[in-house]
């Protein structure tokens, strides 16, 4: 892996991927419905992108973060598979919905067929502390994104990764219109076909690379689109989830740079993810409907490798910056203009009200949510004034939960010990400010506290 010097790793936090240019070509009239399209990746380091970090070669994703609104302080709410998915459809905390780790589907886990299927609702993890009860699927009484924009005359289509059940709960059941390439697997065996074990789905696909047969997929959809009513798009990549699995021509273009191992593949895995978002929106192009189309790429949790910045990752520490904050882009045409970036503390539980409201519906219907619309924030390129704090949520290892407003950030171990970091001032978290700064640490242990009864996980909780 090529190792970056610390001053470099350093000019990554404050250096933005957009640049000031000409003003955007104005466009008059903006759809009352526009189309979306949203491009959710998994296991996409914030940093992964070549405006980022030149060891990337991302054009299309640089272009994208230039043309549109980039959020620079997105996170997960809980940055892990399943988790991050449920809430993305939901808008409702993982721990809302019982739902705090990836659903550990394959033969190996007891309560799961070879198929990937179980009728056991829940499952624990021997190696978690607090031995969570964690959800097998999500809920078919939960109202998705998709159900709430069918509502208001949307057509969904999803392509790709689910990781929130079997058949009985997949995308079709959950308010979308039609899936393709949609597994009971949380990953593939292999990006090259076949691509899943024990399953037909695109079982005739003897040549393509997944991340390009679904792009195939999404790009047909788009061509093909022949209905009166607006689309959402839900175009949610296997990649870059390992196994790192690169294309070929890529994985030799990579290593003929220097970058050897999984690294090459990895880097490789996220060249072909940029081609088919350049794929994507030429096909946008082409149909003619760029300027009625909104384009959203979004990560479920920081990568796999170095994640500079920040410190931690997928493997490691992963409520710290380094596996918790993604990249968050919002391509609106006629409202976001070019060259834009916001500080504003967003998190994903923010995107279904931020959906329904674009769409024309009123998010104060839906009960229990736990984000906020974007909106405005979005309109004006404004700060968003977020009085709560966000926390984060995992049940996995001691480090089980996170407190994030304005500045600070505590982090929170099931043990009992808790640390607190001024992320404005150490963006790496390198410096626990706990013990001087105690006022401030307990006001953020009591939020904390407060927030796990609220959420009636408190019997869990490693500070009450």
């Given amino acids: 892996m090529i190792k970056m010097t610390t001053a470099f790793v350093l000019l990554l936090a404050v250096l933005p991927c957009t640049k000031v240019t000409a003003a955007d070509a104005e466009i008059t009239t903006i759809p009352k419905q526009p189309n979306i399209v949203l491009l959710f990746v998994d296991d996409y380091g914030?940093?992964?992108?070549?405006?980022?970090?030149?060891?990337?070669?991302?054009?299309?994703?640089?272009?994208?973060?230039?043309?549109?609104?980039?959020?620079?302080?997105a996170y997960i709410a809980c940055p892990t598979c399943s988790p991050s998915r449920g809430?993305?459809?939901?808008?409702?905390?993982p721990v809302r919905l019982d739902l705090v780790r990836h659903i550990p589907t394959g033969p190996k886990h007891a309560d799961f067929d070879k198929f990937g299927r179980t009728e056991t609702e829940f499952n624990w993890l021997e190696t978690d502390p607090a031995q969570f009860p964690c959800r097998n699927w999500l809920p078919l009484e939960e109202t998705t994104y998709a159900e709430a924009l069918g509502e208001l005359g949307y057509y969904n289509q999803f392509i790709g990764k689910w990781h929130l059940g079997h058949e009985e709960y997949h995308p079709v059941k959950q308010g979308f219109d039609e899936q393709i390439g949609t597994s009971n697997w949380g990953h593939p065996k292999s990006y090259h076909p076949p691509y899943f074990v024990n399953s037909d789905v695109l079982v005739d696909e003897k040549e393509r690379y997944l991340t390009d047969k679904l792009t195939d997929e999404s790009v047909q959809f788009i061509k093909s689109y022949d209905k009166a009513k607006p689309f959402m798009l839900s175009l949610w990549y296997y990649t870059v989830h390992g196994p790192h699995d690169g294309r070929e021509d890529l994985v030799k273009h990579f290593q003929a740079k220097g970058l050897t191992g999984p690294y090459a593949h990895y880097a490789a895995m996220v060249k072909a993810l940029d081609e088919s978002v350049g794929r994507v929106r030429d096909a946008i192009k082409a149909k003619g409907i760029e300027n009625d189309t909104i384009v959203i790429l979004l990560s479920d949790q920081g990568g796999a490798f170095d994640n500079p910045p920040f410190h931690g990752g997928k493997k490691v520490d992963t409520l710290y910056e380094g596996g918790a904050r993604v990249p968050f882009v919002f391509h609106w045409p006629g409202i976001t203009k070019t060259g834009s970036e916001n500080n504003s503390i967003v998190q994903s539980t923010d995107l279904f009200p931020t959906l329904l409201e674009i769409a024309g519906g009123d998010p104060s219907k839906y009960k229990d949510l736990d984000g906020v619309s974007l909106v405005s924030t979005i309109r004006n390129n404004s700060t968003l004034a977020r009085d709560e704090p966000i926390f984060g949520y995992r049940a996995y290892e001691d480090l089980y939960a996170s407190v994030r407003l304005g500045d600070w950030k505590l982090l929170a171990y099931r043990s009992g010990t808790v640390k607190l970091y001024n992320i404005a001032n150490d963006i790496g978290e390198q410096r626990d400010l706990s013990e001087t700064h105690p006022e401030k640490t307990r006001e953020f242990v009591q939020k904390l506290a407060a927030w796990e009864r609220k959420m009636n996980v408190q019997k869990y909780s490693g500070i009450q």
């Fill in 46 to 73: 914030w940093a992964d992108m070549g405006c980022r970090n030149p060891v990337f070669e991302t054009p299309n994703i640089d272009q994208l973060v230039h043309e549109g609104l980039d959020f620079r302080q």
């Fill in 87 to 93: 809430t993305l459809l939901t808008g409702k905390h």
